[in-house]
């Protein structure tokens, strides 16, 4: 059973930057496209990006888009989300989780990582 292990949030300021990490023992994660969604308080889910299995190709919501980075390393088994020029409202739990291109089919997700951007 896959399952996934997010770090690397953290309180940042407007403009700042951080990076999330996700992790899987025991298992592979060579065979799955991993992304990112996020959850604020009182809104719904967005998917935030998807990377596929080899890495070549990915996937980020506009209100991300040219702001985060999302990659892979497939020999340390991780999945990585660079998040720059943060914004208050980049401000929620970050997920990782199995993900579909179209970013709304995310499963197996893991405890979620707290980000919080001050203004």
């Known amino acids: 059973q896959l399952q996934l292990v997010e770090s690397g949030g953290g309180l940042v300021q407007t403009g700042g930057s951080l990076r999330l990490s996700c992790a899987a023992s025991?298992?592979?994660?060579?065979?799955?496209?991993i992304g990112w969604f996020r959850q604020a308080p009182g809104k719904e889910r967005e998917g935030v990006s998807c990377i596929s299995a080899s890495g070549r190709i990915s996937n980020y919501a506009d209100s991300v888009k040219g702001r985060f980075t999302i990659y892979r390393d497939n020999v340390q088994n991780m999945v990585y989300l660079q998040m720059d020029n943060l914004k208050p409202e980049d401000t929620a739990v970050y997920y990782c989780?199995?993900?579909?291109?179209?970013?709304?089919?995310?499963?197996?997700w893991g405890q979620g990582s707290q980000v919080t951007v001050s203004s």
């Open positions: 989780a199995t993900c579909s291109y179209s970013l709304d089919d995310f499963r197996s």
């Open positions: 025991g298992v592979s994660l060579q065979t799955y496209s």
